[in-house]
């Protein structure tokens, strides 16, 4: 995987749990949307979060703000007409522009995103998969995995479970 479009939470998040590198050295280039960098930067930065300046930092090194042509805005907003955030619903509208996967953890836009035939992971997903590919090690998996929950990463407790005990056959 060379690129791949984030939304807000996952970004966020990641950063928020000092666990960037995982998208640094999975990919090539994090891609985010005019919206997600908004909800991320804008007014992280103004509500004084730490990870927003940060994100901020790497904007130009390995995170691209890319904006939508006309085409895949109207798609975009017709996303957020049927009840999806912005940030989603543009991270949606980009993944389908470029082509490229993206980062959803919410139902409703992965749903979306598999009925527009666009390729999608989780969060979860990318941390075990950072692991396997030893971008970190298993153990660092599980405690990014942690500190996501910690800092209020909403899952279901089946998800969580799963997933560490995918981490546990790595070690």
């Known amino acids: 995987m060379t690129l791949i479009i984030s939304n807000s939470v996952s970004i966020i998040q990641l950063f928020k749990a000092n666990a960037e590198s995982i998208l640094r050295t999975s990919f090539e ?6 919206k997600v960098h908004e909800e991320t930067v804008a007014s992280g930065k103004i509500k004084g979060y730490s990870e927003a300046f940060r994100i901020e930092e ?15 805005k109207s798609f975009a907003n ?6 999806l955030g912005p940030g989603e619903a543009e991270t949606i509208a980009l ?3 470029l082509e490229v996967p993206a980062i959803l953890d919410d ?3 992965r749903k979306a995103a598999e009925y527009s035939g666009i390729k999608y992971f989780g969060t979860f997903y990318l941390i075990y998969h950072a692991a396997q590919e030893k ?8 405690l990014t995995i942690q500190k996501l ?4 990463f909403r ?3 089946g998800l969580y479970i799963k997933f560490e005990k995918l981490i546990d056959k790595l070690l």
Do not use: C, W, Y
Request: hydrophobic letters at 40%.
């Open 29 to 34: 280039r994090v891609i985010i949307s005019g």
């Open 135 to 142: 971008h970190i090690t298993p153990k660092d998996a599980k």
């Open 58 to 72: 790497v904007i130009g090194d390995f995170v691209e703000v890319r904006e939508l042509d006309t085409t895949h």
């Open 149 to 152: 929950v910690a800092n209020g």
């Open 155 to 157: 899952t279901s407790p």
């Open 95 to 97: 993944a389908k522009q």
């Open 78 to 83: 017709k996303l957020q007409a049927m009840g």
């Open 107 to 109: 139902k409703s836009a």
